[in-house]
T-cell receptor, first 114, second 115 residues
């Protein structure tokens, strides 16, 4: 285990549902990230939080809403998703300015939008 | 444009054989290069990390090389095992840490080991 946990591991939701993904890191890191991984595509960075402050939003549609209540927890709130949003959503954490900012990834949430 | 390209896209080899995966990048300024292993349905796990001054690094049966002049890296797997079946992702970082937007991911090589 990498010290980064994600729940749920699998999620099936309709386009009108509202759900949330949760990520927790136990590594004492100060930065957390959400990535989207679609089949045969590179990981796409969605959001970055440094010291609980959002520092990046890579043109992500507003139907994805992140929340970082503290440096150990990160949420991704989902509403009115589209089928093309089906993907593996990965959370990662790192310690800025240490270990060359190496990111440690969680196991991911496999999301299917029907 | 900052890009990381990996080849081949997929590879099938027999158990016990060796293989080499390639990574070419056009990222500048270069900071470091990592190889990650990602098992199906799991998050990526770091195998090696190399900076500009390093040209080879090993982690068990995995050996990564880096040629900063030609901007190429390779990952060599020796005596493959069934558990090596995974996607291998090359990741290049720009600058000196900080923003994750300075990290560029390759699309990965899907490696399958057959018994």
């Amino acid at each position: 285990e990498t010290g980064v946990t994600q729940t749920p591991r699998h999620l099936v939701m309709g386009m009108t549902n509202k759900k949330s993904l949760k990520c927790e890191q136990h590594l004492g890191h100060n930065a957390m990230y959400w990535y989207k991984q679609s089949a045969k595509k590179p990981l796409e960075l969605m959001f970055v939080y440094n010291f609980k402050e959002q520092t990046e939003n890579n043109s992500v549609p507003s139907r994805f809403s992140p929340e970082c209540p503290n440096s150990s927890h990160l949420f991704l709130h989902l509403h009115t998703l589209q089928p093309e949003d089906s993907a593996l959503y990965l959370c990662a954490s790192s310690h800025l300015l240490r270990e060359m900012d190496e990111q440690y990834f969680g196991p991911g949430t496999r999301l299917t939008v029907t | 444009k900052n890009q990381v390209e990996q080849s081949p896209q997929s590879l099938i080899i027999l158990e016990g054989k060796n293989c080499t995966l390639q990574c070419n990048y056009t990222v500048s300024p270069f900071s470091n290069l990592r190889w990650y292993k990602q098992d199906t349905g799991r998050g990526p796990v770091s195998l090696t990390i190399m900076t500009f001054s390093e040209n080879t690094k090993s982690n068990g049966r995995y050996t990564a090389t880096l040629d900063a002049d030609t901007k190429q890296s390779s990952l060599h797997i020796t005596a493959s095992q069934l558990s090596d079946s995974a996607s291998y992702i090359c990741v290049v970082s720009r600058g000196v840490g900080g923003s994750a937007s300075k990290i560029i991911f390759g699309s990965g090589t899907r490696l399958s080991i057959r018994p």
